[in-house]
C-alpha cells in the first residue's frame, strides 16, 4: 500500500483545527517548570500500522503474472524513552530509544486471483529516533508543533536463512534508516506534559532480501523493491 502525501496534509490541518478550538477561550496557565529545563526526560506509549511500498518487477510481471501487494493491515506497539534537550525557545532535540512490534502481510495474484495465502512478515525492531521538534506558540495549556528527523532501525526478527517447516518465502534486511515527520500537540497538565503525536515513517532502503527461497524462487522475484513505512501515533509523558 501507498501513503498518499494528502493523508500526511489532512491528518496536520485536522490537528491545527483542533488547536484552533482549545485557544478560543483564555484559561489559567498551568506551570510548566518541566519544560523550561534544559534537559529532561519522559517515556512514550504508541501504536503502529506497518506497511510496506512495494514495486512488482515489470519483466516477472509480464512473463508470469504474478503481483503483490499488502492486503491486511495490523495494529503495533511502540515503547521508547524521551530524552529531551532544548537548545532555544522554539526547538528542542529528541532522543527516543525504544523498540516497536509489528506485522505485516503480502498477498500475491496470478491473473487477479488469490495465489498465496499470505506472507506474514513480523517485525520486532529495536530503534533510535533521533529529531528536531519545532513549537509553535503556547496556547493557553495547548502548544501545537511539527517534528521530523532520522531514526535506525534494527529488526530483531530478521531471519538469515529461510525456514523449512513454515510456508515463508520472503526474508527482509534487518537494519534501515527511516526518514520521519509529522504534527502533534504538548498539552500542559498540572503535573506532568502529555504530547499527541501522529507521525509517519518511510524506510530509505529495499529491504527485501532477493535471494529466493529453495523450491519458491517466484515470490522474491516478483517484486523488484519493497520498502518499509509505518504509521505511529505516539502518547509522550514528560
Known sequence: MKISLNKIFFAGLFLLSCAELFAQKEKPKNVSWYDDKFLHFGFCIGFNTMDFNITPSQIYLETDSLY??????????????????????????????GVS??????????NQVLENERQ???????????????????????????????????????KKEYDEEKPLYLRLKRSDIYLEFGPGFDFYLPYFKLSIELKFSSGLRDILVHEPAPGYPQYARAI?????????????FE
Do not use: C
Request: charge should be positive; proline fraction near 7%.
Open 68 to 97: 503483490p501487494e499488502v492486503s491486511i493491515l495490523n495494529p503495533g506497539i511502540n515503547i521508547q524513552v524521551v530524552t529531551d534537550i532544548k537548545p532555544a525557545e522554539h526547538f528542542d532535540i529528541r532522543f527516543l530509544p
Open 101 to 110: 512490534f509489528g506485522q505485516r502481510n503480502v498477498r500475491f495474484y496470478r
Open 120 to 158: 506474514r512478515l513480523e517485525s520486532s525492531f529495536i530503534e533510535f529516533p533521533l529529531l528536531l521538534k519545532y513549537k509553535g506558540d503556547r496556547l493557553n495549556n495547548v502548544r501545537p508543533y511539527i517534528i521530523g528527523g532520522l531514526n535506525y532501525r534494527y529488526d530483531l526478527a530478521g
Open 224 to 236: 523488484e523493491k519493497m520498502k518499509s513505512q509505518i504509521w505511529i501515533v505516539s502518547f509522550h
